[in-house]
């Protein structure tokens, strides 16, 4: 009924008997589409991939990952069915017996209007989730997501959406509006020892809507810098923050991230949740959240940012869900442990995004409220995550990496709107314009590197056809008109392998992504990974039959420069098909390097990355850690208003200009 919020888990809810049929079978599916204008190339490919064995898996092919639909008809067929499902509960069912939460909001009564003068926010970040880790696109997943599967049924389905291929980048796009390499943030993420974080001078999300009138709530994962009082969330715009400070924790119930607890509410340790599944946690803080703003604040905006731990590793489930029925279900047919871990730590998120969802409806703030759930980056699948059909992981530039499942769910849109597929190109830059400006009416900075995406979502892409063209229709046109036509992937010129700039700034990694006279290609340069497919159910890998390297013209079976590419995404959704080498896309290579220079020269600035703390500063680091009970604290003072990097582009043998513009091949001109 709304109150108590008991978390229950019953039986894995189904879209339909055929779907879990199709599961015990071990069918897999993926697209094979080849339109008519498709080269018989592509078609071969395409038809390769569809007739492809993997590990003894079948594919049988029927999800398209190439240029989605941009309908604006009704919701997708069978969502009530769908949403009956997820209503549905066991008598039986597990039922959480380790902590019996008592919520704030049980003795809340429904005081929120529905007509607050701005829309609730309410942003759900899960960590390491994979293309094939929410339900609608699994194979091997379904019924681990059901509530999220029904907000993204009834909502808009996030078809491009991009982010970065690891954390702290990501999460520094996402409350900023600006691309990784406009702030210093292209290269790694923050750990337990690091001493760099956020620099002040960017207003992030949180702040901007403050000054829009919003209350901000923030749980979960930080991880924007934790060395100085003033990089804490509380310090950068949030009324309220209880999570952890940075990368992902060796338990998720003794908060233990490196040999140091890391729980944490507002400034101080948060001595209680020792023993309390993160997941739980988190989900007992936003009860308690929207419970409150619903008493003490009925009129005004909410921001809730919720960014889970879970499924970054190391996985864990409570001792009583591994035992349950439910986890038995869901990890049906997954050989390796860690993705049957996965499939139960999605599944307990999801119950908690369920829960939320419901409270907001209790208080009367669902109907005026925009949801959006997103994943930070690709999976990770040697720590149980998958982005099945999509090439590569975590890490990587390849698709795998960086495109990830996506919604947004509101009652504010039209209903037309419900259950369309937005195609456009979405970054994770976009949110600040799109939330803050769109949604909130907040003004913003004019160099943002994100762009505003809300009015497109609400009615759809403004094209000078008179009709949508479908799913198998060139979409060109469309495209060209979304507020979108390109993403800037990264460019990082510190090698990971030696913790400094790269000898030569030609073998600077960058990727980026780009209409080209219509078409959308890739393009990845320097990629140290050769980028594999990973199957679902397991943790193997392997190259998908079909799958053809760069070739030289007149040379087939050539194998040649596998450290770059270029990708024809609308033809080849899991970059089987390395371009780089064929003649007819010389042209396109050429266009694509131009657009990386322009954002190496006009964009760039010093990485503010550096190594873990050692030596003396990591003695004074301990000595805090340890003064404040073995919890995570800052160490040092103040961050410096004028902050300098160890690794400035002015450094590289380049002397700061684009080393690309003579890219040929592995030769440097």
Not at 73 to 81: K, P, Q, Y
Not at 159 to 180: E, I
Request: aromatic fraction near 10%.
């Amino acid at each position: 009924d709304g109150h108590g919020m008991m978390s229950t888990y019953g039986a894995v809810p189904a879209t339909s008997a055929e779907t879990h049929a199709t599961d015990r079978e071990r069918a897999i599916d993926i697209s094979i589409s080849a339109t008519d204008s498709h080269s018989a190339l592509n078609s071969r490919v395409w038809t390769n991939v569809g007739r492809a064995t993997l590990a003894g898996l079948a594919i049988v092919g029927t999800i398209y990952l190439g240029k989605g639909a941009i309908g604006r008809g009704g919701a997708s067929s069978g969502v009530a069915d769908l949403r009956a499902s997820v209503r549905a509960t066991d008598k039986g069912s597990f039922v959480e017996s380790e902590k019996q939460f008592s919520d704030a909001t049980d003795d809340a009564t429904a005081t929120a209007t529905d007509t607050a003068a701005k829309p609730h926010i309410v942003f759900f970040l899960l960590d390491d989730a994979g293309w094939n880790d929410f339900g609608y696109n699994s194979v091997d997943f379904k019924g681990a997501s059901p509530n999220m599967d029904v907000l993204a049924a009834e909502g808009i389905t996030l078809h491009n959406y991009y982010t970065q291929p690891s954390c702290t980048p990501s999460r520094a796009s996402l409350m900023t509006g600006y691309l990784p390499i406009s702030i210093g943030f292209q290269h790694e993420c923050i750990q337990m020892g690091s001493g760099w974080g956020l620099p002040l001078t960017y207003d992030i999300m949180p702040g901007l809507l403050k000054q829009g009138g919003y209350h901000t709530a923030a749980i979960g994962k930080w991880d924007l810098g934790h060395y100085a009082k003033q990089l804490w969330p509380t310090l950068r715009g949030f009324d309220s923050w209880l999570g952890i400070t940075n990368k992902g924790l060796l338990s998720y119930e003794t908060y233990d991230n490196s040999g140091y607890y890391d729980i944490h509410r507002d400034l101080s340790p948060d001595t209680t949740a020792n023993g309390t599944y993160s997941t739980h946690l988190f989900r007992r803080e936003a009860l308690h959240v929207i419970g409150n703003h619903s008493l003490n604040h009925p009129s005004e905006p909410l921001f809730l940012y919720l960014a889970f731990n879970a499924i970054h590793d190391t996985i864990s489930v409570p001792g009583s869900f591994y035992a349950s029925d439910t986890y038995a279900e869901l990890s049906t047919n997954i050989t390796y442990e860690l993705r049957q871990r996965a499939a139960g730590a999605m599944f307990i998120a999801d119950q908690a995004i369920g829960d939320i969802v419901d409270e907001l409806k209790r208080t009367n703030m669902y109907e005026n409220s925009v949801i959006v759930g997103v994943s930070d980056n690709g999976g990770s699948p040697s720590d149980g995550s998958n982005n099945w059909p999509l090439r590569g992981a975590k890490k990587q530039y390849f698709q795998g990496g960086i495109r990830v499942p996506g919604f947004v769910h509101s009652k504010l849109f039209d209903s037309s709107r419900y259950g369309s597929l937005y195609s456009s190109l979405f970054h994770v830059s976009d949110w600040v314009p799109t939330l803050c400006r769109g949604v909130a009416r907040v003004p913003l900075p004019d160099d943002l590197d994100g762009v505003d995406q809300w009015d497109s979502l609400s009615h759809g892409i403004v094209t000078t056809r008179s009709d949508v063209p479908s799913a198998e229709e060139d979409q060109s046109e469309l495209m060209l008109g979304a507020p979108r036509t390109e993403i800037l992937h990264n460019i990082d010129y510190i090698n990971s392998k030696t913790d400094d700039v790269f000898s030569h700034a030609s073998h600077s990694v960058a990727a980026l992504s780009a209409f080209i006279d219509g078409t959308l290609y890739k393009i990845i340069l320097n990629e140290a990974d050769s980028g594999m497919w990973y199957y679902p159910y397991s943790a193997d890998a392997g190259v998908l039959e079909g799958a053809i390297s760069s070739m030289l013209e007149g040379e087939p079976g050539q194998k040649m420069n596998e450290s770059s590419y270029i990708f024809n995404l609308d033809d080849d959704p899991f970059e089987m098909v390395n371009l780089w080498e064929r003649t007819p896309f010389q042209e396109v290579k050429t266009k694509l390097i131009a657009k990386i220079c322009g954002y190496w020269e006009n964009k760039m600035v010093d990485s503010l990355w550096v190594a873990d703390v050692t030596g003396s500063e990591h003695s004074t680091m301990v000595a805090a850690y340890e003064a404040n009970d073995n919890y995570i604290t800052w160490w040092k003072g103040d961050v410096p208003t004028n902050l300098t990097s160890s690794f400035p582009i002015s450094s590289l043998d380049s002397k700061g200009e684009c080393p690309f513009y003579g890219f040929k091949g592995n030769t440097w001109q």
